[in-house]
C-alpha cells in the first residue's frame, strides 16, 4: 500500500521479557496499545542474550524453566503517528531503553491492498 512507502520512523523499545504492566507482559500492553493508537503494525523480537544498564547478562538456558530475556518492540510509521505514541509509552514503561531512527520504506506488499 503506498501509505506505508517513503519516509518513516522506526521506534524500538528494549525491554526484559519478565517485565510486566498490571500483571501482564508488557510487550502485550504495549502492542495493545499501539494498535489501538493505530499504528500501521509492530514486532517483537526475543533475544538470545543481552546485557542491560544493570549490567545483568541475560540468556537462554534449556535447564531454567523461567527465562530472562531481552526483548524489542519495533514499530514503523510516520513520524507524527510514533510521536504521538511516544505518549502512551510513558505512562507504563518503568525501564527500559527507547530509541528512535529515520528509514525508508521502499516497498510494502500484501495481498489485501492489491
Same mark, same amino acid.
Given at each position: 500500500?503506498?501509505?506505508?512507502?517513503?519516509?518513516?520512523?522506526?521506534?524500538?523499545?528494549?525491554?526484559?521479557?519478565?517485565?510486566?504492566?498490571?500483571?501482564?507482559?508488557?510487550?502485550? +500492553?504495549?502492542?495493545? *496499545? &499501539?494498535?489501538?493508537?493505530? @499504528?500501521?503494525?509492530?514486532?517483537?523480537?526475543?533475544? =538470545?542474550?543481552?546485557?542491560?544498564?544493570?549490567?545483568?547478562?541475560?540468556?537462554?538456558?534449556?535447564?531454567?524453566?523461567?527465562?530472562?530475556?531481552?526483548?524489542?518492540?519495533?514499530?514503523?510509521?510516520? +513520524?507524527?503517528?510514533? *510521536? &504521538?505514541?511516544?505518549?502512551? @509509552?510513558?505512562?507504563?514503561?518503568?525501564?527500559?531503553? =527507547?530509541?528512535?531512527?529515520?528509514?525508508?520504506?521502499?516497498?510494502?506488499?500484501?495481498?489485501?491492498?492489491?
Amino acid at each position: 500500500m503506498k501509505r506505508y512507502i517513503g519516509e518513516r520512523k522506526r521506534l524500538r523499545i528494549y525491554i526484559d521479557s519478565d517485565d510486566r504492566f498490571d500483571g501482564r507482559p508488557l510487550w502485550e +500492553e504495549i502492542v495493545k *496499545r &499501539g494498535k489501538e493508537y493505530g @499504528l500501521a503494525g509492530a514486532t517483537v523480537y526475543k533475544g =538470545v542474550a543481552g546485557m542491560g544498564a544493570h549490567s545483568e547478562l541475560r540468556s537462554f538456558t534449556v535447564w531454567s524453566l523461567s527465562q530472562k530475556l531481552p526483548l524489542i518492540v519495533e514499530i514503523i510509521d510516520s +513520524e507524527s503517528k510514533v *510521536r &504521538g505514541f511516544l505518549a502512551q @509509552l510513558d505512562t507504563i514503561l518503568t525501564e527500559g531503553l =527507547v530509541t528512535l531512527e529515520d528509514i525508508e520504506v521502499i516497498a510494502y506488499k500484501h495481498p489485501k491492498f492489491q
